[in-house]
């Protein structure tokens, strides 16, 4: 699987995660389908650098992680075409249902294990001041990965697994499909 910190671009200045709860797995596929296809056949907005979905590891919801410069270009698009995307993927798939938006900017990401590939990324929410003890190195914690909302006050930490045995318990993903407006250059660090 690709590696969290391959799909970080230097240039967002803002990071958007949200989650849609679809059910099953076919219901999630034909979703993150039809929303990557949406992505693909229209032209990139202004602003969007990527877009990445991700599958659960249960296969009923989706996980979606797009990177902007900033929270201005992505209103502007939300405010344009949100709407439209939406409900073509509502038509598909009836009653999905999405708990909120999460705006957020990487705090850092911290890389335990660089070379061994990923099996699983795990999502998890905790308070600003929790989220470095996510970070800890453990067996099987390869990297990871702290988001944090404007206000400061709420993280979102997505963390890199070597197996899914090692993981701990929480919303289990894989990278599905991807969309990049504007590939990511060598030579990022990490802290």
Do not use: C, K
Request: charged content about 20%; hydrophobic content about 45%.
């Amino acid at each position: 699987m690709t590696r969290f910190l391959a799909l970080v671009h230097p240039a967002a200045g803002t990071a958007l995660i949200s989650e849609w709860l679809t059910g099953t797995p076919d219901r999630s596929r034909t979703a993150a389908d039809a929303v990557a296809d949406e992505w693909a056949a229209a032209e990139a907005p202004p602003g969007r650098l990527a877009q990445h979905v991700f599958l659960s590891a249960e296969g009923d919801r989706l996980l979606f992680h797009a990177q902007w410069t900033s929270n201005e270009a992505h209103l502007t698009w939300a405010r344009a075409r949100r709407g439209e995307v939406v409900s073509r993927v509502d038509t598909l798939v009836p009653g999905i249902e999405r708990p909120g938006l999460a705006r957020t900017r990487l705090r850092r990401s911290v890389v335990h294990d660089a070379v061994s590939p990923a099996a699983v990324l795990v999502l998890t929410r905790t308070g600003a001041a929790e989220a470095e003890r996510l970070a800890a190195p453990v067996p099987g914690l390869l990297a990871a990965h702290v988001h944090v909302t404007p206000d400061g006050e709420r993280a979102l930490v997505i963390t890199e697994w070597a197996t899914a045995g090692q993981a701990p318990p929480g919303e289990r993903y894989v990278l599905y499909r991807s969309l990049v407006d504007q590939p990511v250059r060598a030579g990022r660090g990490a802290s």
